[in-house]
């Protein structure tokens, strides 16, 4: 479209669309696909390598329904290879005879000593999720009160059923080394203390380290040479 300029100077051009063409791009727009399709390949699948073949995992400790399958060379069981790490916590459990007899204490009751062993066995003895899982319920328990509680049931019913001989419970920890909580809420704090030192009080203590081992290695030093002298005047006096 041509224009005239108003001052009859020049003349300016003006580019133009028609209304067709306008309308034969959106049609061609809207007939083009939103996605490309894919090409077509003619290749047939892959065939599994010779010997190998795709056998059903059997499901011997596993409760849901999955579906599993896996490539496993010909004439194999076809067996579930994590299976030999599904091991299930082994621990005694009481009778109410029992609780009664030998597990009364004042600080628990049966409820929550029930609870424990309960929450111990979903958990596989995490101590930690066993705490952060104990109800609100109850009365709030440390960790280190659940895991006396724990040992201490599991010591007072291998003692009284006669489970470990002497030299078993020489040998056992449960029954040599019985849990103390005060020594583990005292190592905890030591910990804690440990961790919030600064790096003057780390070196500081590295530097007294270092000085009481030099000091050791000198008398050392000190008792072979009076040794030494010792010998040498036994030996000249012979």
């Not at 001989?165 to 020594?183: G, N, W």
């Not at 809420?185 to 590295?206: E, F």
Request: charged share 30%; with cysteine.
């Amino acid at each position: 479209m041509t224009v005239h300029d108003p001052y009859g100077t020049s003349t300016v051009l003006v580019p133009t669309v028609s209304i067709n063409s306008v309308l034969k791009d959106r049609k061609k727009v809207a007939a083009a696909p939103s996605t490309p399709a894919a090409p077509k390949s003619n290749a047939a699948p892959l065939a599994p390598a010779p010997g190998w073949e795709l056998k059903p995992i059997q499901r011997i400790e596993r409760s849901d329904l999955a579906d599993l399958k896996h490539w496993q060379k010909k004439g194999l069981i076809s067996d579930d290879p994590f299976n030999k790490f599904n091991k299930k916590l082994q621990f005694l459990t009481y009778t109410a005879e029992e609780y009664v007899n030998s597990l009364t204490v004042n600080e628990w009751t049966k409820q929550e000593t029930d609870e424990l062993l309960k929450l111990v066995q979903r958990f596989d003895m995490n101590f930690f999720l066993v705490t952060d899982r104990w109800p609100a319920s109850l009365p709030p328990r440390t960790m280190e009160a659940l895991k006396d509680r724990f040992y201490s049931v599991q010591r007072r019913l291998a003692t009284d059923r006669g489970l470990a001989t002497e030299a078993d419970a020489a040998e056992s920890v449960l029954l040599s080394q019985p849990f103390s909580k005060e020594h583990e809420a005292q190592r905890k704090h030591q910990m804690d203390r440990y961790y919030a030192c600064s790096k003057a009080d780390a070196r500081r203590d590295a530097e007294v380290l270092e000085q009481a081992r030099l000091i050791e290695a000198a008398q050392r030093r000190r008792k072979g040479d009076v040794k030494k002298a010792g010998a040498g005047a036994g030996a000249g006096a012979g």
